[in-house]
T-cell receptor, first 119, second 111 residues
Framework: DTGVSQNPRHKITKRGQNVTFRCDPISEHNRLYWYRQTLGQGPEFLTYFQNEAQLEKSRLLSDRFSAERPKGSFSTLEIQRTEQGDSAMYLC?????????????????FGPGTRLTVL | ELKVEQNPLFLSMQEEKNYTIYCNYSTTSDRLYWYRQDPGKSLESLFVLLSNGAVKQEGRLMASLDTKARLSTLHITAAVHDLSATYFCAVDDSGTYKYIFGTGTRLKVLA
C-alpha cells in the first residue's frame, strides 16, 4: 500500500468559487479524518468518519464546508463560496479503529495535503 | 473545550545536547500522540501513548505520559541535525477520537 493520497496537491481558486478535494485512505483503514493547517499552526480538526458515518464535526466547520465518505473508502471535502480565510493546507489522515497487534486505538497516517489558495 | 499547549514554541540547540519539549493539556485524556513535520511535508507519527506512565523510545527520542498531571514530554538525547523539524503533540478529546493538536515546537539543531 502506498499510503494516504490526496488530490489535487495544489488548488488556486477565486473567491466565491466552490472547490472539492479528494482523499484516498490506506485501504483497510476504517477511520478517516480531515484537518486544516495554516502556516505556523498545528492541524485543526474538521471532521472524521468511521466507515461511511460522519461521527464528529468541528464547530469551526461552517455551513460552507461539507465532507462525505459514501462507500466507506475515499472521502471528499467540499468548500462552497470560498473566502480568502479558507486558504490553508487541508490534510487527510486515516487509521484503524484498533491496532491489530495491541487492540488499542491506532495512530493516524497523514496524506501529503492539498494546499488551497483563494485569491 | 480541550486546550493543548506546547513549550517551548521554538528551540535552537547545539548538537549532542539534551532537551525536553513539554505538552500540557486541559482536560482528562489517556491518549496522546507525537508527530514530526518537516518543512513543506505532511506529518509523520512518532509515538502513541495510551496509558498513565507510558514511556516509548525510538533512537534519540523518548516520550512519556502523565495523565494525572495532564503532561507529556518528548526528550531529545544528544541531538543531531537530522532531528530538526516541527514536533506536535495531539490529544484525544475525552475519548471522542477528535484529536486536538498543540501549536508545535519548531526545533533547530545547530551543527
Amino acid at each position: 500500500d502506498t499510503g494516504v493520497s490526496q488530490n489535487p496537491r495544489h488548488k488556486i481558486t477565486k473567491r466565491g468559487q466552490n472547490v472539492t478535494f479528494r482523499c484516498d485512505p490506506i485501504s483497510e483503514h476504517n477511520r478517516l479524518y480531515w484537518y486544516r493547517q495554516t502556516l505556523g499552526q498545528g492541524p485543526e480538526f474538521l471532521t472524521y468518519f468511521q466507515n461511511e458515518a460522519q461521527l464528529e464535526k468541528s464547530r469551526l466547520l461552517s455551513d460552507r464546508f461539507s465532507a462525505e465518505r459514501p462507500k466507506g473508502s475515499f472521502s471528499t471535502l467540499e468548500i462552497q463560496r470560498t473566502e480568502q480565510g479558507d486558504s490553508a493546507m487541508y490534510l487527510c489522515a486515516s487509521s484503524l479503529a484498533l491496532h491489530r497487534g495491541t487492540g488499542l486505538p491506532d495512530t493516524q497516517y497523514f496524506g501529503p495535503g492539498t494546499r488551497l489558495t483563494v485569491l | 473545550e480541550l486546550k493543548v499547549e506546547q513549550n517551548p514554541l521554538f528551540l535552537s540547540m547545539q548538537e549532542e545536547k539534551n532537551y525536553t519539549i513539554y505538552c500540557n493539556y486541559s482536560t482528562t485524556s489517556d491518549r496522546l500522540y507525537w508527530y514530526r513535520q518537516d518543512p513543506g511535508k505532511s506529518l509523520e507519527s512518532l509515538f502513541v501513548l495510551l496509558s498513565n506512565g507510558a514511556v516509548k523510545q525510538e533512537g534519540r527520542l523518548m516520550a512519556s505520559l502523565d495523565t494525572k498531571a495532564r503532561l507529556s514530554t518528548l526528550h531529545i538525547t544528544a541531538a543531531v541535525h537530522d532531528l530538526s523539524a516541527t514536533y506536535f503533540c495531539a490529544v484525544d478529546d475525552s475519548g471522542t477520537y477528535k484529536y486536538i493538536f498543540g501549536t508545535g515546537t519548531r526545533l533547530k539543531v545547530l551543527a
